[in-house]
């Protein structure tokens, strides 16, 4: 592969999105804009931590192959993934007369991705955007498969749209600026694919458990274009989740409320992982997965630093906010249960018992 040539393309009814995976994509970004038209302005956003690592070096990589490039930033963290904050980028798009044919580009972690997405879906009825994801929670997740959104008081994501990236530009190298806590964040994403469709990736963790926590460039770039082509074939089949595509919803009908009790002190991953905890216990009451399985899981996830209790967070609590979630249909969770590592199944036939012994399990008080 060249910084030419994309990793894969992921091919769905509305859209194409090429996945570029190499040191150094930040570099190409202007280059790969260009290769699919040139707009009259690009807008990076991205929030001002990441910003003051990369936003100089992307807005140079334009600079070079477009008429124009600003940058826009937003606060670091998830308050940012907001009505108000989105109000502000109306603001400053409006400000700049961007186009219909301009461009937004993502430029940071997956609050920055949704964000920037669901900007670009919105403006001007929608225009062409990109992402270039900096966080491994990102970059093996949020930054493909169209999903875009902004947190609500009555729930996370609960305001979105689909609206894939043209491409997608993932710069291994930049993990190594990242706390190890938003590394394993992101793990936590990683291992719920293999849980979910590939045992061998799951015994690749392990076996490359030192390199993965090392963060050796090689491993990693292996690492995110396995998830992205799990992502990928998934959403190839099912691009608006009437189907399949609810399986990558493994662990988040708990880990959302979790991490929405936590008031966002857990990062997205751990909360996840938390959830992956609950689903695999509630799993192992069907008589779907051993016992075994589920200490393999609760013992991979320590040993990525990852929790798998909430601390402090009210048992009652989260299963109310469950019955809020996105995904209940007729008025029940659909729970994406594992039958055995690297398999799914997606049922609303748990009883309430099962699922209150579960949150009781991983919620410590």
């Avoid at 150094?24 to 990076?44: C, E, F, H, M, Q």
Wanted: net charge negative; aromatic share 4%.
């Amino acid at each position: 592969m060249t910084n030419n040539e994309p990793n894969f393309t992921l091919c769905s009814d509305s859209a194409r999105t090429h996945v570029f995976v190499e040191p150094d994509a930040l570099n190409y970004i202007g280059k790969w804009v260009s290769s699919l038209r040139t707009p009259p302005i690009v807008v990076i956003i991205s929030d001002t931590t990441v910003a003051k690592l990369y936003g100089q070096r992307a807005l140079a990589s334009l600079a070079t192959h477009c008429p124009k490039s600003e940058l826009i930033t937003v606060p670091p963290g998830d308050q940012s993934k907001s009505i108000s904050h989105l109000d502000g980028i109306y603001a400053k798009l409006g400000k700049m007369r961007v186009p219909r044919d301009g461009m937004l580009l993502a430029l940071g972690g997956g609050v920055v991705t949704d964000l920037t997405g669901f900007a670009a879906a919105t403006w001007m009825r929608g225009i062409d955007y990109a992402n270039c994801p900096t966080t491994l929670e990102a970059d093996v997740d949020a930054s493909l498969g169209g999903k875009t959104g902004i947190n609500h008081a009555s729930g996370k994501n609960m305001i979105g749209a689909f609206h894939h990236p043209r491409f997608v530009a993932v710069d291994p190298t930049c993990l190594k600026t990242l706390p190890a806590r938003d590394v394993a964040a992101g793990l936590a994403e990683s291992i719920k694919h293999a849980l979910i469709s590939d045992a061998a990736f799951l015994d690749w963790h392990e076996q490359n458990a030192p390199a993965i926590r090392a963060i050796d460039p090689k491993i990693m770039g292996e690492l995110v274009t396995r998830n992205l082509r799990i992502k990928a074939n998934v959403v190839e089949q099912d691009e608006k989740e009437s189907g399949i595509r609810a399986c990558l919803n493994f662990g988040h009908t708990i880990g959302h409320a979790v991490e929405k009790l936590s008031n966002y002190a857990l990062r997205h991953g751990e909360a996840v992982a938390v959830g992956m905890v609950a689903a695999a216990h509630i799993s192992m009451s069907k008589g779907m997965l051993d016992a075994p399985a589920v200490q393999r899981i609760q013992t991979m996830l320590q040993s990525f630093a990852l929790p798998i209790k909430a601390e402090n967070v009210n048992p009652a609590e989260v299963i109310e906010i469950t019955l809020g979630d996105k995904k209940v249909k007729a008025g029940k969770r659909q729970w994406v249960l594992l039958d055995g590592i690297g398999q799914y199944t997606i049922t609303d036939d748990v009883s309430d018992d099962v699922i209150e012994q579960a949150v009781n399990t991983v919620c410590a008080n």
